[in-house]
């Protein structure tokens, strides 16, 4: 397990968020990289299959179009993404060596029978990647919203910390909030 070094002011993380329309065959997937302070200090693009098993491998190769090693932790806007398609935050951990932070902003019971209606020739794979996932962690933001994470190379107590610096108001922590708009946007291109 890695610490967050909260403390540093230069402290930056790379925070992923996804769009997609109905029918599209692929989803956008936006990088934005955010200073403590909240400056933008980079954008990477990406995309994934609807309904794949390629999330994992795509945000790996946006962290590796980065090129930088001042990244500490990555932030993504859920870690099922795409109409199921699930992302590996243990692989993730495993080839960045920094803590991966999955966020999500309500409370669910499972998706296994919708995950079995979408794929019902196919599930079994699929709820496989999603019991490794494990269960999610609420935590409560100085703002008075709630998050539940999934959180791979951190603890939750730094994973809370770090959310309650990058969130201004609300429920949605600036980096994922900025990488959301950039997805939506980069639909109209």
Not at 21 to 43: E, N, Y
Not at 70 to 96: A, Q, R
Not at 136 to 144: A, H, I, M, N, Y
Request: net charge neutral; hydrophobic share 40%; with cysteine.
């Amino acid at each position: 397990m890695n610490h967050i070094h909260l403390e540093k002011k230069g402290l930056r993380g790379l925070a992923i968020a996804e769009s997609f329309r109905q029918g599209d065959k692929t989803s956008r997937l936006a990088g934005v990289v955010m200073r403590r302070d909240l400056i933008i200090d980079g954008f990477v693009l990406g995309q994934c299959a609807i309904a794949g098993d390629d999330a994992t491998e795509a945000i790996l190769k946006m962290y590796s179009k980065l090129e930088r090693d001042d990244i500490s932790f990555i932030l993504i806007s859920g870690l099922i993404i795409s109409m199921y398609n699930i992302v590996d935050i243990k692989k993730l951990w495993n080839e960045t060596k920094m803590p991966i932070i999955g966020v999500t902003y309500e409370e669910s019971q499972g998706i296994e029978e919708a995950i079995k209606r979408h794929f019902p020739t196919s599930y079994e794979s699929k709820i496989e990647k999603y019991y490794k996932l494990g269960t999610r962690t609420q935590v409560s933001l100085s703002t008075g919203h709630k998050l539940y994470l999934r959180i791979e190379g951190c603890s939750a107590q730094e994973a809370e910390k770090l959310l309650d610096l990058f969130t201004l108001q609300g429920s949605i922590p600036e980096p994922l909030r900025v990488a959301q708009l950039l997805a939506r946007t980069t639909m109209s291109l």
